[in-house]
């Protein structure tokens, strides 16, 4: 081919013409909005020169009806392609809110399908860049059924290979489906929103006034809805963010998450886990201390940071392995189980078992939350998802207690009797029926009402309480637990227990699929 002839220059031309699109005018306007262009993100997320980008030429297929404007653009409003994310094939669709405000139509639907469909037959996970007015309002009914066909493949992928949602602009009506169907969703604070009906037909059905970041902005849905598992302040850290999540994952369901060298030996600080946890057992401390102090340096990322943060829940390694750690958090609500954290707790259980990530608890818990908000909005039903979570779960289950362990949520939280693998407590373990205060007034009624101080009364049967019945070696003793640990020796002992795990294989009876308490 001659490359000063008209051929090659008619394919220089085309190239141009699809890297632009509707011009420099719309990529400024996307800026100016503190947005990056769709192609922009995807030089961001990948291992540089790596992605390969896939039917760039395609045109729409919206009809010209005369009703609306129609961009006469390459590709329909999303870039396709797949590219390598720390060495590994990764796929990707990126929609670009220069083209139709990167609605999607027949054609940027199909896009998408192509890409679910060649991630879930490769086993690679899949990553979309959301920026979209939503089902494109000219092309009708192909619209809704291209929406349709992403959900059914998001179905389909689920558990066989990671998939992540990144919202960096609208995602308005039923688009927020397929976000809510993946693993993780990503969002940008300022720049991105979730919302099933928008601020006009909120104020036109209950005349109430909000903005789009009340009713679905970032912070919303991290602290409130859960939706957002992520949010960060600008898009390049929201994209670093998604690449960090990554590198803890296999590359779907059939393989191990990869091997990271930890950066450096980590002894020294390890003794401080002796005195992490107060004697007065009413003291708040923060788990996520316990936590750094046990895992590789510098490795937790914790999840859904925002939301029920009475629990933590994140990815770390030991020893260069991935683990996925769920972790009572006293600070908050005295680390207390109710609706909100038994949600969060669940859903990362189910995540890591798909993915075989063997799972750490650290158990610090006085139980479930009482009261009638929590009766009425169904603790029973949520909480019982939980327990369903980590009984079904087959990955390698190590719990570890803390301190407290009391009633119901010592059988939830990853007992050995609901399948865990191991239970070590640390010296300060609190594990029986109910708490020592509950349990007194119970056992001692009529001597606390007949007595001339109950109050003094009531702590003295409480201090013998903990120490005869509320005490790890009852349950050491017993064999419900395996051993009473040194704190200092919580990392080396979780090394070695689960290295013996490794090659853990769990037969389960055939069934469709268990039914859990949804
Ligand atoms: C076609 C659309 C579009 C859509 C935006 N555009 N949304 N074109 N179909 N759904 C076009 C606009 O006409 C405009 O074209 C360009 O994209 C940029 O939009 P602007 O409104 O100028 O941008 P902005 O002010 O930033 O507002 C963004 C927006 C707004 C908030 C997203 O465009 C909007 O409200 N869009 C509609 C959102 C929506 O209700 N979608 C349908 C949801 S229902 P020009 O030519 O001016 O550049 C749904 C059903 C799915 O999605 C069901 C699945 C089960």
């Known amino acids: 081919m001659d490359i000063n002839g008209k051929i090659y220059k008619d394919f220089l031309n085309r190239i141009e013409r699809f890297q632009v699109q509707n011009g420099p005018e719309k990529i400024k306007k996307q800026h100016a909005k503190g947005k990056l262009h769709a192609r922009e993100r995807i030089a961001l997320l990948f291992d540089k020169d790596s992605f390969e980008e896939l039917d760039a030429f395609v045109t729409s297929a919206t009809p010209d009806t005369g009703f609306g404007r129609i961009d006469e653009a390459f590709g329909d409003g999303v870039v396709i392609g797949h590219g390598r994310i720390n060495g590994r094939i990764v796929y990707v669709y990126s929609q670009d809110f220069t083209v139709m405000g990167g609605s999607l139509g027949s054609v940027h639907a199909k896009k998408i399908m192509k890409v679910q469909e060649l991630a879930l037959r490769v086993g690679a996970p899949i990553v979309g860049l959301i920026d979209s007015g939503g089902a494109r309002i000219q092309e009708g ?16 992928s689920s558990g066989v290979i990671p998939q992540i949602s990144v919202i960096l602009g609208p995602a308005a009506g039923g688009a927020v ?4 169907l993946t693993d993780f969703v990503f969002m940008t604070k300022n720049t991105s929103y979730m919302f099933v009906t928008g601020p006009d037909v909120v104020k036109e059905v209950l005349n109430e006034e909000v903005t789009f970041d009340e009713l679905g902005g970032a912070e919303v849905h991290a602290r409130k809805s859960g939706v957002a598992n992520f949010i960060y302040e600008d898009e390049e850290n929201t994209i670093l963010g998604v690449k960090k999540l990554l590198s803890f994952f296999p590359s779907n369901n059939l393989e191990n998450p990869p091997f990271v060298e930890p950066k450096s030996k980590k002894e020294k600080n390890i003794d401080k886990l002796r005195s992490i946890v107060p004697d007065d057992p009413n003291k708040p401390y923060d788990v996520k201390k316990v936590i750094d102090l046990i895992v590789d340096q510098d490795s937790f990322f914790e999840v859904s940071e925002q939301y029920a943060p009475n629990i933590v829940v994140g990815f770390s390694r030991l020893n260069g392995k991935a683990i996925g750690i769920v972790a009572n958090q006293p600070k908050i609500l005295a680390g207390v189980l109710d609706i909100n954290s038994s949600l969060k707790g669940a859903r990362f259980i189910r995540f890591c078992d798909s993915f075989n990530i063997p799972i750490l608890t650290l158990e610090d818990v006085p139980g479930f939350l009482p009261g009638l908000d929590q009766e009425h909005s169904g603790i029973i ?5 939980l327990l369903f979570a980590y009984s079904e779960a087959t990955v390698p289950k190590i719990t570890v207690i803390l301190r407290k362990a009391y009633g119901g949520a010592f059988c939830v939280m990853n007992s050995r009797n609901v399948g865990g693998d191991y239970s070590f407590a640390w010296p300060t373990a609190e594990i029986a029926v109910m708490g020592p205060e509950g349990a007194v007034s119970i056992l001692y009624k009529r001597e606390l009402q007949d007595a001339e101080d109950p109050k003094k009364l009531k702590k003295e049967f409480a201090a013998k309480y903990r120490q005869d019945i509320a005490n790890p070696y009852i349950a050491d003793e017993k064999g419900y637990i395996d051993e009473v640990i ?3 020796d919580t990392r080396n002992k979780l090394i ?5 795990l490794e090659n853990k294989h769990v037969d389960q009876p055939a069934r469709k699929h268990g039914n859990i308490p949804l």
Request: net charge positive.
């Open 141 to 156: 009914v192909a619209s809704l059924s291209g929406y349709a066909s992403i959900f059914h493949r998001n179905i389909q």
């Open 177 to 180: 489906y397929s976000p809510a």
């Open 381 to 385: 039903k949520h909480g019982a998802k």
């Open 486 to 488: 040194d704190p200092a």
């Open 496 to 500: 070695t227990a689960f290295k013996t």
